[in-house]
């Protein structure tokens, strides 16, 4: 025996039809509100509840989720660009970015140095370009290029930024400056300057020196307290960490990722100091290949930044104080073996950073993504 159908009243009577359209119901049950079809769209099938069974389950389209930019299996910081939400073309457009702003912001600052000197001792353009071509930098030109090197963290942390990671995490793999851990690599680097400094004047003599007030030293001397700085920390920024990580992202493997970016760096490193001299070649190679490996061990640009500024301070703290031509000639023949003195020294401090390092516990891997991971 079976009970009465959807369309038959009590007993078995045929009850009247449903309306062609609108809520109707029999009494006692419920239905939705019909819901008007939209335009274009056919209306929606309507398929009855059978005895026993659930409700349909509505299925929902899965929603794409891009993959995380930051790291999500720890990295470190020569290889922080290799995760999978960064494409492999990334890093290379952003080595061919940097390459074409570092000239253009390099050319517009100097420019500005250049009209500086045209207007305030009245020379021609001509004759300022044929001693530029000479080796002569006049001061306003000296103080321009390294305004335009310290622009060069703007630059960096915008290229940071079109990889898609935030720009902190260029810094560190921590993504902030570790500010106490920058100022104690700087003391530890002003002291092996400072030896180096010793060891000069030691050789040479202040007679030999011939230190004297220059016209305009105070000026001079501001510039180069306040500047220095920031154009070591955009050398640092720039090369140590835009190209140095571009290159290690290219590599799956993490040892020759980290060999051939701190080869690839260095040798840029050496083209952008433009010395003709042998021995000064091989000091600045080798001067990046130590940046490359404290920042590689200290998982950072600190230590880096804070050498390097301590090297430039201390060597240009001189510079107002002498005469102004040929301080800045690096032609064949300028140096010697001599030079390496100051290789030995920061060596030796970067072995004190790298110890002092794994004491603190300084973090040199991090993955800033772990908790988002697909």
């Known amino acids: 025996m079976t009970g009465p159908g959807p369309e038959t009243g009590p007993g078995g009577v045929p009850g009247p039809p449903p309306p062609a359209g609108g809520n109707w119901a029999p009494p006692g049950t419920w239905r939705p509100p019909a819901q008007q079809p939209h335009a274009g769209f056919p209306p929606p099938v309507q398929q009855p509840l059978r005895a026993g069974f659930p409700p349909p389950v509505q299925y929902q389209r899965p929603i794409a989720v891009r993959p995380p930019a930051l790291p999500t299996q720890p ?4 290889e922080f660009w290799r995760t999978p939400g960064v494409p492999v073309w990334k890093p290379l457009v952003a080595v061919l970015l ?22 305030t001792s009245g020379t021609t353009i001509d004759e300022v370009l044929a001693g530029l071509l000479e080796g002569e930098i006049s001061q306003a030109v000296f103080v321009a290029n390294s305004v335009a090197l310290g622009l060069m963290v703007a630059l960096s942390f915008l290229l940071q ?28 680097s002003i002291v092996a300057v400072g030896l180096l400094t010793a060891v000069e004047l030691a050789l040479v003599g202040w007679d030999g020196l011939n230190l004297a007030p220059q016209p305009g030293w105070p000026l001079l001397l501001l510039a180069i307290l306040l500047v220095t700085p920031f154009q070591a920390a955009g050398e640092e920024y720039l090369v140590r960490g835009v190209l140095f990580r ?29 010395a003709a001299d042998p021995w000064l070649n091989l000091v600045y190679f080798c001067m990046g290949l ?52 100051q290789l030995v020294l920061l060596v030796a401090a970067g072995v004190v950073i790298e110890v002092l390092a794994r004491r603190r516990g300084i973090v040199r891997r991090s993955a800033p993504a772990a908790d988002r991971a697909i």
């Open 161 to 188: 930024r079109i990889v898609g990671q935030p720009p902190g995490f260029l810094s560190s793999v921590v993504g902030r400056v570790r500010w106490r851990w920058m100022l104690t690599c700087f003391g530890i």
């Open 290 to 341: 130590l940046f490359c490996h404290l920042t590689w061990r200290t998982g950072g640009l600190e230590a880096a930044v804070a050498m390097h500024a301590a090297n430039n301070l201390l060597g240009l703290a001189f510079v107002p104080f002498q005469e102004w031509g040929g301080i800045f000639d690096r032609s064949e023949g300028v140096a010697g073996p001599e030079v390496l003195i």
């Open 246 to 274: 571009a290159v290690g992202a290219l590599l799956p493997h993490r040892l020759l990722g980290l060999a051939l970016g701190a080869v690839v760096s260095s040798l840029v490193f050496v083209l952008l100091h433009s």
């Open 75 to 78: 990295r470190e910081y020569q």
């Open 98 to 119: 940097g390459a074409v702003g570092f000239l253009l912001i390099s050319l517009l600052v100097s420019a500005a140095g250049i009209f500086y000197d045209i207007a």
